[in-house]
Structure formats: structure tokens, C-alpha cells
């Protein structure tokens, strides 16, 4: 009970299903055609950033990471955990970390076109790849504040992530099918965007429709959560990048 | 001169209840129902059938059904509102609707006349209930009319 401070019953393992499961069959051929998903164009931009020398020290990313190959099962471990700062981060973070430390470049911008055509080109490295608990020291305590925040009532429709995402998912939210709420395809394509949207704004999204206040776009918050939704998600596959309704 | 005759004089009416630090209209709650209605008047159905179908205001139907043809998309995650006149009356569902956690508090229906003890509210929503008083009383006045449990 709410009331005891007890959370709300997770999802059992075995009933676990990516978003892709529910989609109509038409949303799932898109994703599953390179040719008809809409999130290939960043992927082809995002292979060219990979590839350009970038900032003071005139490295590329592929010149760091020996191309891309070094990049396959990257995204389904993170966000990692930093224990040298004590703080998790996620791909985009990361990113912009080897672009001050290893390129000497300036950050690219939250939601940004490179940013998100550079994450989608990495985390495509990942597609298929299973994803598995972080085990890292100190990622427990991030996972934690994670699961205390998808369980924490918010904003002034008094609503919880898990009321919606553990409790009532499969069912309408205004004609609108809930998913599990799983993040194994982002960056992804969201027909409701028309864009390639991050992980962030996805929960940017929910917050405003809860009428809670959004956390400023570096918080911490958000990475915590990512955190916890993919310990939750341990045992899915990753299909970065996806395409949701 | 006292203190009502400087109302008076003032041109101030005197509350019958104490006002309340919220600024919200005072209530009794008496077993599970509010008898009275919030703010002494009873609500008009038809105003209250528009704020039911308005998704920025009742928000109702994200998460009910009910016998609104014209309403395309409805929600599944509550029960469905035909009928709902017949289940409660309407001091039953003037509380429900006010602060449902009085009866349940797990439940996932939004407490509607609340402001205070909520956690991360967005800046323009702070010190606002989600409806009215007078809106709450429509809303009441409608959903005692549909009696009919059939579509």
C-alpha cells in the first residue's frame, strides 16, 4: 500500500515485452526495414560525424575507437556508472565527455541533430544485443533513486510512472495503448514526434502530461531513472534505433 | 463599531465557514459521501457533460469510457461511467471525484479539489485544484444523469 510506503508489484520477468510486441504491423515492418525507417537518416549523418575530425586535438571518434566495431553491445550497458565523479551517464553524456576530453570540442546540444544522430549511430551497433543488469560498483544506488523516482507520485494529477507503466500497461490511455515502458530502442522515431526523440524527452513528455515540473535538462534525475528502466528491461533485446507509434 | 458592522459597511460578505490556508472552498465529509455541494450551489449537467468530454479540462476519458458517441478515443485503465447515476448518488461522487485517496488510497484517479501535500508540481499548476468548485458540481450534476448502464 501507497499509504505504507511499500512500491507497487514490478512487472514478473517472464511478462516482460518490448513496446515493438504491441505496435501495429505496419509501425513494426518500418522499424524493421533500414529502408523505411525514418531513423536511418540520423544514422547515416551520425556515421559521418563518427568519422570527421572534430575540435582542437583533430580527432574523430573512429579514430579513438578503431571504427565502429568496438561500439557493438555499448548501448545496451548503458547508462554506466562513473564512479570516479560518482555519478551515472548516459550515451549522450558520454559523448559529449569525449568530445571536451578527447577531441577538445564543444558539447553538442541536448536533443540536437548531431547529438542524436551520433547516439543512434552508436546504439544501432547494439541492435539485437541483450541487455544485462550493471553490475558496476556504485550503479546500485543510482538504479535505487531510479526505482524510488518511477514510484514517486507526482505533479498535480498525483500520478507515478509504475501506476501507469507496472499497473495498467496493455490497457487505453485515451485510445492510446500504454506500453511497459521499456528504453531498448532509444534514441528512437516517434510517429507522434515526427522526429528521432531521446530517452529524455520521452520522460519530459510524461512528466507534462502528469503536470509535474520538469527537472532542469542535465538533472540527474533522469539518468537514474534510465538506470532503473533498464535493470527493469535486463533480458530484452536492444532495437536502437526504434520506431514508436 | 464591531466587526460584522464593518464588513457591512465594507460591503464584505461574512463566511457561514472558516476560510481555509488552501483558498479552496471548506467541505464535511460524512461517511463516504460530501453532502453538500462545494460551494453552496448545485451544478448544471450539460456544462458538466462538456467538461467531461474536454480533454484539457475533465481529462476524464484518458482513462474512462462512456456512452459519448462522438468522443473517438477513450480510455480502459477506469470504469466505464455508464451507469454511474445508479451506482452512487451524488454526495457519493462529489467525494470521489474531490479526493478519491479518502476511500482508496492507491487508487490512480487524480484527487480533483487539491492542493496541497502533492509533490513536484508544475509551476503553473501550483495552488490549482484540476476543476472548480462550481466545475466539480457540473461534473456531479452530469454523471448523476447517466443512469443507463447500456451505451
Not at chain 2, 451544478?43 to 484539457?56: E, K, M, N, P, T
Request: proline share 7%.
Amino acid at each position: 500500500m501507497w499509504i505504507g510506503g511499500a512500491l507497487a508489484d514490478e512487472i514478473p520477468r517472464d511478462q516482460r515485452r518490448s513496446g515493438y510486441e504491441t505496435m501495429r504491423p505496419e509501425t513494426r515492418a518500418m522499424q524493421d526495414s533500414d529502408a523505411d525507417n525514418p531513423a536511418t537518416l540520423w544514422v547515416l549523418d551520425g556515421e559521418a560525424l563518427w568519422n570527421k575530425r572534430e575540435g582542437a586535438a583533430g580527432k574523430s571518434c573512429a579514430d579513438c575507437h578503431a571504427g565502429a566495431a568496438p561500439m557493438k553491445a555499448v548501448a545496451a550497458r548503458f547508462p554506466r556508472f562513473d564512479a570516479a565523479r560518482a555519478t551515472p551517464v548516459d550515451l549522450e553524456q558520454q559523448i559529449n565527455i569525449c568530445r571536451r576530453d578527447r577531441q577538445n570540442a564543444p558539447p553538442l546540444a541536448a536533443e540536437s541533430h548531431d547529438l542524436l544522430a551520433l547516439e543512434a549511430f552508436v546504439a544501432k551497433q547494439s541492435r539485437g544485443d541483450t541487455i544485462e543488469p550493471n553490475r558496476e560498483p556504485g550503479a546500485k544506488e543510482s538504479i535505487e533513486a531510479g526505482r524510488k523516482l518511477f514510484n514517486e507520485r507526482r505533479g498535480q494529477l498525483n500520478l507515478s510512472c509504475a501506476q501507469c507503466h507496472d499497473d495498467n500497461w496493455g490497457k487505453s490511455l485515451g485510445g492510446a495503448n500504454i506500453p511497459q515502458g521499456h528504453p531498448n530502442g532509444y534514441p528512437l522515431y516517434r510517429l507522434e514526434w515526427q522526429s528521432l526523440g531521446s530517452m529524455g524527452r520521452r520522460l519530459r513528455n510524461c512528466l507534462s502530461g502528469m503536470r509535474a515540473e520538469l527537472w532542469p535538462r542535465d538533472a540527474r534525475e533522469y539518468v537514474d531513472i534510465e538506470m532503473y528502466l533498464m535493470s527493469r528491461a535486463a533480458g530484452l533485446k536492444m532495437e536502437s534505433p526504434a520506431v514508436r507509434p | 463599531m464591531n466587526f460584522a458592522a464593518i464588513c457591512v459597511t465594507l460591503g464584505l460578505a461574512v463566511a457561514a465557514w472558516p476560510a481555509r490556508a488552501d483558498g479552496l472552498a471548506p467541505y464535511e465529509i460524512v461517511g463516504d459521501a460530501i453532502p453538500a455541494p462545494l460551494a453552496g450551489a448545485l451544478g448544471d449537467a450539460a456544462r458538466g457533460r462538456a467538461i467531461v468530454l474536454d480533454r484539457q479540462t475533465g481529462l476524464c476519458l484518458l482513462c474512462h469510457s462512456g456512452p459519448f458517441p462522438e468522443a473517438r478515443f477513450q480510455g480502459g485503465l477506469a470504469p466505464d461511467l455508464g451507469g454511474t447515476g445508479s451506482r452512487w448518488s451524488e454526495s457519493q461522487l462529489r467525494l470521489r471525484i474531490v479526493d478519491a485517496r479518502r476511500l482508496n488510497p492507491d487508487t490512480i484517479m487524480p484527487p480533483y479539489y487539491v492542493v496541497d501535500g502533492l509533490t513536484g508540481v508544475a509551476k503553473s499548476y501550483v495552488g490549482k485544484p484540476i476543476l472548480g468548485a462550481a466545475e466539480i458540481e457540473d461534473v456531479v450534476a452530469f454523471l448523476a444523469t447517466l443512469k443507463d448502464k447500456s451505451k
